[in-house]
């Protein structure tokens, strides 16, 4: 029996102006999965996430969540059109990002940052979503921290309530864009420490990183992204000892 991707694009593209960046991209990830993408600067890593995070319109091919195609509905004479965009941030919820920079709302308190999603968006009661931000702020260690505003947290602090405030809407993926590239060195392993905490109760993740011993001990399997196509994916070991196309191997020369 082959299972349905929890995620999936078929045959994605998008330009931005005369420059390809995605061409015609295959990407899948089961159900607790955990993928690290690892590529060159402009190779098309953030754009693929925002296609599939919803966050922008692809051009060509399609995004499925649980085998069925999100992002689009049918116009009357039978072809895809964007959805209406309240359609849209309903969709987006079951997909959570996290970006290199946290974009927190400066004049929120940490508490007000996580439940702002619940409470505008999905008209959660104030009670509820205070009850719900709570708990994944306890998740991510940053329950003392709820009335501080993101001024007074340092960058990891930050970046774990950007984590919470993704998780407290219960998405079924998490994607993660170079979540600790923006960090001081000493604040990095914090944050890759509620990830891997997540990894292990079953979220499924996409993580774009430069981290490649993260990647390592927690991916299933790691994708090597170039020119807007996949290169290479396989089992961190093979991909990191044995990788088979030259490419992956030029890169790898060049991080190590
Ligand atoms: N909104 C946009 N308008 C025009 N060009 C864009 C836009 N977004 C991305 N690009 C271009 O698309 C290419 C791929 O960008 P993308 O941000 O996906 O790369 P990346 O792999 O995430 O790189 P990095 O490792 O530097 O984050 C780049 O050349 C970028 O300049
Ligand atoms: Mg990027």
């Known amino acids: ?32 999965q955990v993928k ?4 060159p600067s402009g190779s098309g890593k953030s754009t693929i996430l925002r296609l599939m995070a919803l966050l922008e319109p692809v051009d060509s091919g399609s ?35 996290v970006f290199q920079k946290f974009n927190l709302f400066a004049h929120l308190d940490v508490l007000h940052n996580v439940i702002l999603g619940l409470t505008e968006v999905h008209g959660v009661s104030k009670a509820e979503a205070v009850d719900r931000a709570e708990r994944m702020l306890e998740r991510v260690g940053m329950s ?25 809407l219960d998405p079924s993926v998490m994607l993660f864009d170079e979540p600790t590239s923006a960090l001081d060195p000493e604040l990095v392993n914090e944050v890759l420490t509620v990830m891997e905490d997540l990894a292990e109760q079953g979220m499924t993740m996409i993580v774009v990183t430069h981290e490649t011993r993260f990647a390592r001990r927690v991916a299933d399997e790691v994708a090597l992204f170039d020119s ?24 790898l020369s060049h991080i190590h």
């Not at 349905?4 to 899948?28: Q, S, W």
């Not at 999100?70 to 359609?87: M, Q």
């Not at 970046?159 to 405030?165: C, D, E, F, L």
């Open 36 to 39: 690290a993408v690892l590529g």
């Open 228 to 251: 807007g196509v996949i290169v290479e994916q396989a089992p961190p070991e093979q991909f990191f000892t044995a990788p088979e196309h030259e490419r992956t191997r030029a890169f």
């Open 63 to 97: 995004i499925l969540l649980r085998g069925r195609e999100i992002g689009v509905a049918t116009g009357r004479d039978g072809r895809s059109i964007p959805l209406p965009e309240r359609k849209l941030a309903r969709e987006r919820t079951d997909i959570g990002m």
């Open 1 to 32: 029996m082959t299972s349905i991707p929890l995620l999936e694009t078929v045959g994605l593209r998008k330009t931005y102006g005369k420059n390809e960046i995605l061409k015609g991209v295959d990407f899948a990830i089961e159900p607790g």
């Open 144 to 168: 003392q921290r709820m009335r501080h505003y993101p001024s007074e947290l340092s960058g990891g602090q930050q970046q774990r309530v950007a984590i919470a405030r993704a998780l407290v």
